[in-house]
């Protein structure tokens, strides 16, 4: 009972290069879900009764990071600044008594996995009500792939590639900025990064819609004033599938997904194929599954049925 009464309160905990997301296992959605950085004030206090503080994290750090400079402690699935990681975890795990239970990436350098080791107990846990298939997660900062049959991940056949979410803001702020709007501060690049989200998405086909006049979409700025989006939308997340479009000679994740699966056993490829695991938040920009589809039904096999889902629960089996 007491093992029950524990297992019933473990917490999940997970700490992405974007985002912080924590909660108990078992739960529909997070108790708690933030942005990954670290805000410190960037002008000096004239008034009595200004805002106080010297490190804001959370939902504070959200709210005013007009006023703050914010710096991500992760930068490509990896922690670089262990010092600011500390302390979201302390402000994460000061909210509530909770037992650890964190993800770490599967394919981080080994010389980051101590330092983890040391701070949490670290496991990770996904749950679709399947034991097998192979997980493509992109998040902020890295995208991996992870066959797993049976409940065992193959080692081997695990793959990442340093391109992700944040470096498709990047290249949407240089795509705004060749239309004549400035995202200059660390607080305006959240603001990149929110446009990116609700107004992006992946076409099925980047060429033809290059060569037709792509129907502007309108994005309210914090200031009132309004943006139009062009090409830009679709442009962004292409870089997803071609780094190429910023010089990374890196495959794209359709091509490091048929390659992850090309290594493992012969005998387990057709199953892999089948059940594509989607998590990570650049896996929500729209037609991202589709575009998926149509180019990995190019490297495979022609009478490989192939299929994908995005993963809905976290810490829970």
Not at 3 to 24: P, R, Y
Not at 213 to 238: C, H, M
Request: aromatic share 8%.
């Amino acid at each position: 009972d007491m093992v029950s009464d524990l297992w019933d309160n473990e917490a999940a905990v997970i700490g992405g290069s974007g985002v912080i997301k924590a909660g108990f296992a078992g739960d529909q959605i997070p108790k708690y879900c933030f942005p990954n950085y670290v805000g410190r004030p960037k002008h000096v206090r004239v008034m009595a009764g200004a805002l106080e503080g010297d490190l804001f994290i959370g939902p504070k750090a959200e709210e005013h990071r007009g006023l703050l400079s914010v710096r991500y402690p992760m930068e490509h699935g990896i922690v670089t600044d262990w010092n600011d990681m500390e302390r979201i975890w302390q402000y994460v795990y000061s909210k509530e008594q909770l037992q650890t239970f964190s993800e770490e990436v599967s394919s981080s350098p080994p010389l980051s996995r101590p330092h983890t080791s040391f701070i949490l107990c670290c496991s990770q846990r996904y749950a679709t009500g399947r034991t097998t298939g192979v997980v493509l997660d992109s998040g902020d900062g890295v995208t991996h792939v992870v066959p797993i049959y049976e409940g065992f991940a193959i080692p081997h056949s695990i793959m990442r590639v340093d391109i992700a979410g944040r470096d498709v803001s990047r290249y949407l702020r240089l795509l705004l900025r060749k239309e004549g709007y400035n995202f200059n501060t660390s607080a305006e690049f959240e603001v990149v990064r929110t446009i990116k989200e609700r107004a992006c998405y992946l076409s099925l086909n980047p060429q033809k819609d290059e060569t037709l006049e792509t129907e502007k979409a309108q994005y309210v700025l914090p200031d009132g004033s309004t943006l139009n989006i062009g090409p830009a939308r679709f442009r962004a997340p292409e870089l997803l599938f071609r780094p190429d479009l910023i010089g990374d000679e890196s495959s794209g994740i359709h091509e490091v997904l048929a390659y992850a699966i090309q290594k493992s056993d012969m005998d387990l490829r057709r199953t892999l194929f089948s059940t594509i695991v989607l998590c990570g938040g650049s896996t929500l920009i729209k037609g991202f599954g589709e575009r998926l589809l149509t180019e990995v039904k190019k490297l495979a096999p022609k009478d490989v049925k192939i299929k994908w889902l995005h993963l809905g629960v976290v810490g829970h089996l």
